[in-house]
């Protein structure tokens, strides 16, 4: 793994974090918003670390996937309580607040568009 700047990913990042928060504002419908929006949320995270790192495209996708599960299995256990977060409106949305399978769902196929995108 590498520290480089990578002006492709620097481009992506922000257009997807736009998307991003559009789906949160304006959409709130039963599929794009709890499904699109967590898919998203994997490409995000991986575009943001490939602006700055080379490292093995699999291997960044595959560390993504398990962060997300961790995250999303701490939501069974309402972590956002024991962080004192739950009245904060901002860090509920962004940490999530409750489990679901579908959301698990989610980030694989985020996992997978991941994929797509060679070293």
Known sequence: MKLTF???????FPAILVIEVLIAIYLHDAIIRP??????????MY???RIF???????LALSLLIF???IEFLQAVNYVNWLGLQN???????????????????????YLI???FRD
């Open 88 to 110: 904060n409106k901002f860090w509920s949305v962004v940490l999530g607040t409750y489990f679901s399978i579908y959301d698990l769902l989610a980030y694989f196929v985020g």
């Open 47 to 49: 575009a943001f670390f």
């Open 68 to 70: 997300s599960f961790i």
């Open 35 to 44: 499904f699109g929006g967590d898919v998203l949320v994997v490409v995000l």
């Open 114 to 116: 991941c994929l797509l």
């Open 6 to 12: 990578n002006l492709k990913f620097l481009l992506i």
């Open 53 to 59: 790192l080379v490292t093995n495209n699999r291997k």
